[in-house]
């Protein structure tokens, strides 16, 4: 096998269920980190089908996108396998992973919004990254970039303030699967390595760490993804997160 090469984005959340997943199953590889946006046009340059990351060259062969990620691997290595070998366990874990995929973006949402007003927490995102320039002038010129993000991801007052209204039953949700076992087993499987990152991106914001952290999904979170870069400090308006504390 050729040496893997992964393309992330420094606090991607996807990008971290890549790098988990292909540890997981000890391939090693060499990452590329990329700036935001940025990202998008030397995607295109590596001939990527598309623009996003997690993407990943392996073996000659261009794969993009956590859930493709996933079954690539099982498939060039079945072990430790990443989706359950019984078929009924395994559509439940794509499902599970499926709604992960679509998860991700509240927390990339709200992350865009929380960088347009102050970018100054941007910064502890990017510990360990090789941007190629250093972290502190990225954030200090990054004003238009961090625009032009919150615009392609949506990161509007109306539907941050939705999705914080949302999250609590969307974290309810994520205990059950982990109440049923579907996640949360001693093996962790694709979906675990999918909403890991997402709760852990959440996690990093001050305002909704406590109540997440204490629940099976937080500890689920901690112990998938124990390494997750970042902090913001309390940013959101009381009222968006009163659907948290009731
Ligand atoms: N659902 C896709 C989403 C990938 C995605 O949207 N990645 C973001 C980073 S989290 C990205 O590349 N954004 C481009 C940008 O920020 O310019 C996956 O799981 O791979």
Not at 2 to 23: C, D, F, Q, T, W
Not at 97 to 106: C, L, N, S, T
Not at 118 to 146: C, F
Request: aromatic residues 6%; glycine residues 8%; hydrophobic residues 40%.
């Amino acid at each position: 096998m050729g040496e893997a090469k992964l393309y992330v984005i420094p606090g991607s959340h996807p990008s971290l269920s890549a790098r988990l997943m292909l540890e997981r199953k000890g391939i090693p590889y060499k990452r590329v980190d990329l700036m935001p946006v940025i990202s998008k046009g030397i995607l295109r340059a590596q001939r990527f089908p598309a623009n996003t990351v997690p993407a990943l060259k392996l073996d000659g062969n261009r794969v993009q996108g956590s859930t493709e990620i996933s079954r690539e691997l099982d498939r060039i290595q079945p072990e430790p396998a990443l989706f359950p070998a019984d078929p009924e366990l395994r559509a439940k874990v794509e499902e599970i992973e499926a709604w992960g995929d679509g998860f991700q973006q509240k927390p990339r949402r709200l992350s865009w919004w929380a960088f347009k007003r102050d970018r100054a927490p941007m910064a502890s995102y990017s510990e360990g990254a090789r941007l190629g320039i250093p972290t502190g002038l990225a954030v200090k010129t990054g004003g238009p970039l961090v625009a032009a993000a919150a615009r392609l991801n949506g990161s509007t007052d109306e539907n941050v303030s939705a999705d914080l209204a949302s999250l609590r039953s969307d974290l309810d949700r994520i205990d059950g699967w982990i109440a049923d076992g579907v996640i949360g087993g001693p093996q962790p499987n694709a979906a675990d390595y999918q909403l890991a990152p997402s709760l852990r991106l959440l996690m990093s914001f001050d305002d909704l760490r406590p109540f997440i952290e204490g629940r099976p999904c937080g500890e689920l979170a901690n112990r998938i993804a124990p390494d997750f870069p970042g902090r913001t400090p309390a940013i959101f308006p009381a009222e968006w997160l009163a659907g948290l504390r009731h």
